[in-house]
């Protein structure tokens, strides 16, 4: 079993909302990514979780605000995003840090008016 | 730092052929894992075929397989036998084994052509 979920698919909010990507897996892996991808561009990474600590921020915005509430769950805050924030969040997951391969999720299409 | 360099942004093959992406990579580092993901119009990263820098054998899954060339930095996809469902976006990506850190390409987007 090598999924990854993430809640929710679609989500549309204006710039003054505060909102919540989720992303979940029961792989038994214990690092964890946020990545960003703008449409017809590679994913960019965000977040990494290792051991349910934080390891890597790519200098993100601090309008983004990662959680890491268990081994199985990562959730990216959103506060006051801009429009150019819209894209594609992709979560992903690995065996441990930096060895094994990541497993992505379906993503969250994320549109900001 | 590390960068991955796809040099074709568009591929086309005719359905039951051959085609091979190409990527190169630079790095200074001895100890690293190169992955090919494939991105459907569904947007689902999908892993495709990885494979580990000390491992001089080139890595094979099914109809995909590898030209994993480390003096030349340089890591081919062959698809073989090409079927309509492989179309899709085609990322290379490179990861150190000393981080977490993973950089991808810029993608090549493959048409099957029936």
Redesign the interface.
Known sequence: DTEVTQTPKHLVMGMTNKKSLKCEQHMGHR?M?WYK?KA????E?MF?Y?YEKL??NESVPSRFSPECPNSSLLNLHLHALQPEDSA?Y?C?S?QG???E???????T?LLVL | AQTVTQSQPEMSVQEAETVTLSCTYDTSESDY?L?W?KQPP??????VI?QEAYKQQNATENRFSVNFQKAAKSFSLKISDSQLGDAAMY?CAY????????R????TRLTVKP
Not at chain 1, 40 to 43: A, F, I, S, T, V
């Open positions: 690092a990514y991808q017809k561009k590679p994913p990474l990494v290792s390891s890597i594609l992709l992903a690995s840090p930096g060895i391969t990541q497993y992505f999720g379906p993503g299409r | 894992y992955f993901y569904s947007r689902q990263m999908i892993l990885r990322f990861r150190s084994a000393y981080n977490n850190d993973m991808f390409g810029a993608g």
